[in-house]
């Protein structure tokens, strides 16, 4: 399995944009770009994914880099609901399994 | 909205009783995982399944076993729990297709053997 770099923490202002990082080198021309949110004391939930171009949803924008080695999760407008750990997760084949890493704990300062 | 339903939701039990996870999930997937995560740690994949009738291990060696017998059903069975057993026990599924679509979670068994 193809895998992901993130930084361990983040800190941001309520209010402010967040661009959370991942670093996935290795990544193959087939593999999808996931990315997930765990709240404390809840189950990961979808953020979003894409394959090579920007992807744009209500919740966040997925910045892909063009040589796809890195990609860029963007909240608009961090809440203190925001506050999560956040996953970057890399699937290819249709029988992929979904591995996690360690993830970002984001931090969100009022 | 996820249609993926752990239960119990909180389990207390006594070292060397049998327990019984159970997961089910309304959406047709035929992807099922179940993962361990310890407070403030990483979730690790311990079991899968891409269908009815098929089960493998994870990434993770654990001593509980799974069954698939029904595409909406994957419970985990402890045959004789142990405190280190104590976890929590998250249930996710997807579609299983070329599209890569998302996986919904489960809201997770917090088990406590004692």
């Known amino acids: 399995d193809a895998k992901t770099t993130q930084p361990n923490s983040m800190e941001s202002n309520e209010e402010e944009p967040v661009h959370l990082p991942c670093n996935h080198s290795?990544?193959?021309?087939?593999?999808?770009i996931h990315w997930y949110r765990q709240l404390p004391s809840q189950g990961p939930e979808y953020v979003i994914h894409?394959?090579?171009s920007n992807v744009n949803n209500r919740m966040a924008s997925l910045a892909i880099a063009e040589d796809r080695k890195s990609s860029t999760l963007i909240l608009h407008r961090a809440t203190l609901r925001d506050a999560a750990v956040y996953y970057c997760?890399?699937?290819?084949?249709?029988?992929?399994?979904?591995?996690f890493g360690k993830g970002t704990r984001l931090h969100i300062l009022p | 909205e996820a249609d993926i339903y752990q239960t119990p939701r909180y389990l207390v039990i006594g070292t060397g009783k049998k327990i019984t996870l159970e997961c089910s999930q309304t959406?047709?997937?035929?992807?099922m995982y179940w993962y361990q995560q310890d407070p403030g740690m990483e979730l690790h994949l311990i079991h899968y399944?891409?269908?009815?009738?098929?089960?493998e291990k994870g990434d993770l060696s654990s001593e509980s076993t799974v069954s698939r017998i029904r595409t909406e059903h994957f419970p985990l069975t402890l045959e004789s729990a142990r405190p280190s057993h104590t976890s929590q026990y998250l249930c996710?599924?997807?579609?299983?297709?070329?599209?890569?679509?998302?996986?919904?979670f489960g809201q997770g068994t917090r088990l406590t053997v004692v």
């Open positions: 996710a599924s997807s579609e299983l297709g070329d599209r890569n679509t998302e996986a919904f």
């Open positions: 290795t990544i193959s021309g087939t593999d999808y």
């Open positions: 894409g394959l090579t």
């Open positions: 997760i890399l699937t290819g084949r249709r029988d992929d399994k979904i591995i």
């Open positions: 959406m047709g997937h035929d992807k």
């Open positions: 399944s891409y269908g009815v009738n098929s089960t």
